[in-house]
């Protein structure tokens, strides 16, 4: 990348050309309109690029994707209506009934579920293996029909942060593509691609939007997994599409483009999920402040997980900016600018205490949201990870007592104002 992320966070995807639109247009419209039906149909058979209906392609969501990807430093992107469609078309995309997939078990509540209950489902077999477990244990989880390794950079709501070269080391001795889930970092401070991911995706809902207006995803390609040295584990990118013509994805788009191209032209035409351009255009404005807020988030959860340690009706802080949280020195590694603006904490009293606490704070909302200009708390153990039993809830590092703060971009002398005297109504 030849210029700075800040840079790209403004400039990115969308270079208009003499006298064209300065901010990228939105192109509210399904289709286009052709003078011939043959120039159709080489859209159709993806023999030329091209725009005919928003399902497949639309450039407003192009030009937010293509930032995106340059954000990443990756080949090629596609946004998605959600970060749980983000999620499950890149693990779809290479697996199918049959195939296994190991999976860090501190992950986000949605995508544990879509893995250890929807896909398997559909015959997709899953392993989760503990963020901490050594080389060994993981390497063991690798199975001969895995097809993908999962994890999260920053885990939501555990916040573990996640062994890269760990994680890579054991997907590359399998021969499988590692793919990381980069919400809760964003590209400004953890560009998975450095540390050997292949595929990195985004619930662009959290910090890229960054104001809670629009739900929505995004799969970034590295170009850096050969399908084709793989390709017997891989027959839908490295075999003939008949839904296409024949058309081989790998073969056609190279390790580059073969990914994205078949997520578009295969999942994306079959199961729908795109995003409305309004929405794109409107996660775009939030990627242009996106390297200045995140800034000022990680500054606020540092000084908050500050006060909280310090606190006597706190008993527990994660943040891994805190010299001596369970993951400082892998944060130092992957994050040395800092992580994100959650913080986790328990509160004294347990369940009933937290709960108290949050129904007294003024400020802080109370909100299923995280990575938010707005600071915002949750009850995760009764809220998005309800579904869980309490082992679940343990390997995934929630507790009954655990309130997850997410603190905004206000003044944090507000901020902590608001948790102390929150705290002192318990
Ligand atoms: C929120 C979230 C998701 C799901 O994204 P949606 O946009 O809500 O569908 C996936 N992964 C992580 C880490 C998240 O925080």
Redesign the pocket.
């Known amino acids: 990348m030849s210029q700075q992320l800040e840079t790209t966070c403004v400039q990115g995807g969308w270079q208009p050309g003499d006298a064209e639109p300065r901010q990228v247009p939105i192109y509210q419209n399904t289709t286009w309109r052709y003078a011939t039906g043959e120039h159709m149909a080489r859209l159709f058979d993806l023999e030329e690029a091209g725009y005919f209906y928003t399902r497949l392609a639309n450039p407003t969501n192009d030009a937010v994707a293509k930032k995106i990807c340059e954000m990443e430093g990756g080949t090629a992107a596609m946004l998605t ?7 499950f078309f890149a693990l779809f995309n290479i697996c199918e009934a049959g195939s296994h997939i190991v999976a860090s078990s501190a ?2 509540g ?2 544990y579920n879509l893995i250890a209950v929807t896909m398997a489902k559909m015959g997709i077999e899953s392993t989760f293996v503990a963020p901490d477990c050594t080389a060994e244990e993981l390497d063991a989880a690798l199975k001969p029909n895995t097809r993908v390794v999962f994890g ?1 950079t ?3 709501p555990a916040l573990a942060v996640l062994d890269f070269e760990k994680f890579a080391a054991a997907a590359n001795a399998h021969g499988v593509p590692l793919v990381v ?1 980069n ?2 970092a964003t590209p400004v401070n953890c560009r998975p691609f450095e540390w050997g991911a292949h595929i990195v ?6 910090y890229m939007d960054g104001h809670a207006s629009a ?3 995004a799969i970034v390609d590295s170009g850096t997994f050969d399908w084709m040295a793989h390709a017997e584990k891989y027959p839908g990118l490295t075999t003939p599409d008949e839904s296409y013509h024949g058309v081989v994805y790998a073969e056609a788009f190279g390790k580059e483009g073969a990914f994205i191209t078949k997520a578009t032209a295969h999942l994306m035409r079959d199961l729908g999920s795109i995003p409305s351009p309004q929405n794109s255009f409107i996660l775009n404005l939030g990627l242009e402040s996106l390297a200045v807020r995140m800034k000022q988030h990680c500054a606020n959860g540092q000084a908050v997980a500050e006060y909280l340690q310090q606190h006597p009706k706190v008993s527990w802080v994660r943040y891994s900016g805190l010299p001596g949280d369970a993951y400082y020195n892998l944060a130092q590694k992957y994050l040395p600018n800092g992580g994100c603006g959650v913080v986790c904490f328990g509160v004294v009293g347990g369940r009933e205490a937290a709960q108290t606490f949050m129904s007294n704070l003024k400020m802080a909302a109370i909100a299923t949201h ?2 938010d200009a707005r600071t915002c708390c949750l009850h995760p153990a009764s809220t998005t990870h309800r579904q869980m039993t309490d082992e679940e809830l343990e390997a995934a590092g929630v507790g009954a007592d655990q309130v997850r703060m997410s603190c905004g971009i206000e003044a944090v002398e507000d901020i902590i104002a608001d948790i102390e005297q929150a705290l002192a109504a318990i």
């Open positions: 209506s959600s970060g749980q469609a983000a999620n992950i986000y949605g995508t999260e920053i885990a939501n889930d919400t809760f995706t985004h619930s662009t809902t959290k739900v929505g995803g995280v990575a």
